[in-house]
C-alpha cells in the first residue's frame, strides 16, 4: 500500500468519516504531483492538406522520432471515380519509393439504407501478406456528389529502427451501393527502418478532400 493510501486509510473511522489529519499539505502535495506525473496525451496538428481532384496526398515531411504516435484524420474524403479502394503507402526514403513490406487483417460493418441487409465480419478480399502494394483501408467507395469517407489511423513509433510499424485504421464511408460501412484494419509495416513519409489515394482516379496529421505526446 502506499504511503498516500496508507494515509487516508489510516485516517478514516469506522462509520467511514475522513479525519482532518489525513489532509496535509504534504499529502495533498503528493497527490498533485502524481497526477500531474501522468497527465500525457496532448495532440500536436503538424499539417494539413487538402485535395481537390488531386491524385494524391503525402506527407513527406514531420514525421520523425518527435512523436512516438501520429494520428491522420480523413476529413470528407471523396472519389472522383466510383467503386474504388482508398488506400495507404509507407515509405523509408522521404517519399521517393513508397514500398513498405506490409502484413494486415481487415473486417467490416454494413448497414443498407433501405434497411433490407446488415451484417458484420472478416474480410480478406483486400489483406494483404507481406505485400508492397498500396493497402486498402477502405474498399467500393462511392462517388455519388453526396457520397465521401471519414475517420483514422494510428501510425505508432514510425522512427524505430527496432521494431516493425503497427497501424490501426477506423473508417465509415457511404458505399457506392448507398450502405454505411463502417471499415477496422489494423496490421505493420514489416520493416525496421525508420518510417518517414506516407501516401494516402484512391486504387483508381482522384479525390478530393482534407488529411489532418497530429503527433500525439
Known amino acids: 500500500m502506499g504511503s498516500i493510501t496508507r494515509s487516508f486509510a489510516n485516517n478514516i473511522t469506522t462509520s467511514g468519516v475522513l479525519l482532518p489529519a ?19 496525451g496532448n495532440m500536436v496538428l503538424i499539417s494539413s492538406q487538402t485535395a481537390s481532384n488531386s491524385a494524391s496526398i503525402s506527407f513527406t515531411t514531420g514525421i520523425s522520432s518527435t512523436y512516438k504516435e501520429y494520428q491522420f484524420y480523413f476529413i470528407d474524403i471523396h472519389p472522383r471515380t466510383d467503386n474504388v479502394q482508398f488506400t495507404f503507402n509507407l515509405s523509408t526514403d522521404a517519399g521517393s519509393n513508397y514500398n513498405v513490406t506490409k502484413t494486415n487483417t481487415m473486417f467490416r460493418a454494413y448497414h443498407a439504407e433501405n434497411d433490407t441487409d446488415a451484417s458484420l465480419g472478416y474480410f480478406a478480399t483486400f489483406d494483404l501478406a507481406q505485400s508492397t502494394a498500396d493497402l486498402p483501408i477502405v474498399t467500393e467507395a ?8 471519414s475517420g483514422t489511423l494510428q501510425l505508432f513509433n514510425p522512427a524505430s529502427t527496432t521494431y516493425v510499424k503497427h497501424f490501426i485504421s477506423n473508417i465509415n464511408l457511404a458505399w457506392y451501393s448507398d450502405y454505411s460501412m463502417n471499415y477496422y484494419v489494423a496490421g505493420y509495416g514489416n520493416t525496421t527502418s525508420a518510417v518517414n513519409a506516407i501516401i494516402f489515394r484512391m486504387s483508381s482516379g482522384n479525390m478530393d478532400g ?8
Open 22 to 40: 489525513s489532509l496535509t499539505n504534504n499529502s495533498i502535495a503528493n497527490v498533485t504531483s502524481y497526477n500531474a506525473a501522468i497527465a500525457t
Open 210 to 217: 482534407t488529411i489532418l496529421m497530429y503527433g500525439i505526446l
Open 142 to 149: 462511392g462517388s455519388d456528389a453526396d457520397q465521401d469517407l
